[in-house]
């Protein structure tokens, strides 16, 4: 496990000097590997992501090399549909904190492959919005959602990720339920996991439960996430709000 709060401190040091590159998307490069059944793992198993990296860790990780090569400051790891309400899909929720630490310990072992002291490589720990969203899909608790995020965060964080990526959110209470499961994990290491926080804005200005951006950051700047930022962003929406919002941005274009 690293050191979660020189992590921290490094990550805060270099985006005060500049921007830092996060990878691209980890599916559309396994889509071009033309992976087969047998790949995931056997024909029940196809299309879970996630388990690749038991099944053919080579694949990602030389995918985060790549990423790496072309010169990103950050990789996430292959764990996107990591919480257990989705790896039970494929029937594999008991494996979940398994498959989160080993995504990121290959997600590990790329960065320190091309860490240098002059350019210190970071893993952001990709959670998922899961398939469920409390206001949208219904069919979860809050407690559900709060404990599926903590088996996630706590694999990722003891396979060795620098900062937790709570990504592509739909829904804010999915984003309470993911940052409360990681401040209690930070709680047990006595070390706070840094956080960034990612949500995506649909064309009509809203996440697709409704909120806005600035009704989203209400309801979570008490949290003291590290950074927020939007996924697929449609600038006459979202620009107002972010010049009323004091805190580290990123922007994120759709996967492919």
């Known amino acids: 496990m690293r050191n979660l709060s020189e992590s921290a401190k490094a990550l805060r040091e270099l985006l005060a000097e500049r921007i830092l590159v996060l990878d691209g ?8 590997r033309n992976l087969t059944a047998q790949d995931f793992g056997g024909v029940a198993l196809e299309g879970c992501n996630e388990n690749l990296v038991r099944t053919r860790p080579d694949v990602v990780l030389d995918i985060h090399r790549r990423y790496f090569e072309a010169g990103s400051d950050i990789v996430e790891t292959n764990s996107f549909g990591g919480a257990p309400i989705v790896l039970a899909e494929y029937g594999l929720a008991a494996d979940a904190h398994l498959l989160n630490k080993r995504a990121a310990e290959l997600a590990r072992q790329a960065a320190d492959e ?4 002059g350019k210190p490589r970071f893993v952001a720990g990709s959670m998922g919005p899961t398939t469920k ?16 995020y903590y088996v996630q965060a706590k694999g990722l964080v003891e396979g060795g990720i620098d900062l937790l990526l709570v990504e592509t959110c739909q829904d804010t209470r999915n984003i309470k339920a993911a940052i409360l499961a990681i401040h209690k994990l930070s709680k047990e290491l006595g070390s706070q996991v840094p956080i960034i926080v990612s949500v995506t804005i649909e064309p009509m200005g809203t996440m697709l439960a409704g909120q806005t951006v600035e009704a989203m950051w209400a ?3 008490h949290e003291l996430c590290n950074g927020a930022g939007v996924h697929d962003r449609p600038y006459p929406y979202t620009e107002p709000a972010y010049r009323r919002i004091c805190v580290l941005l990123s922007e994120r274009g759709a996967a492919g």
Do not use: D
């Open 25 to 32: 998307a980890m599916g559309t490069m396994l889509q071009q």
């Open 114 to 117: 091309f860490t240098t002291p």
């Open 133 to 148: 969203a409390i206001t949208v899909t219904g069919g979860v608790t809050f407690e559900e959602l709060r404990e599926a």
């Open 219 to 221: 309801s979570l700047w």
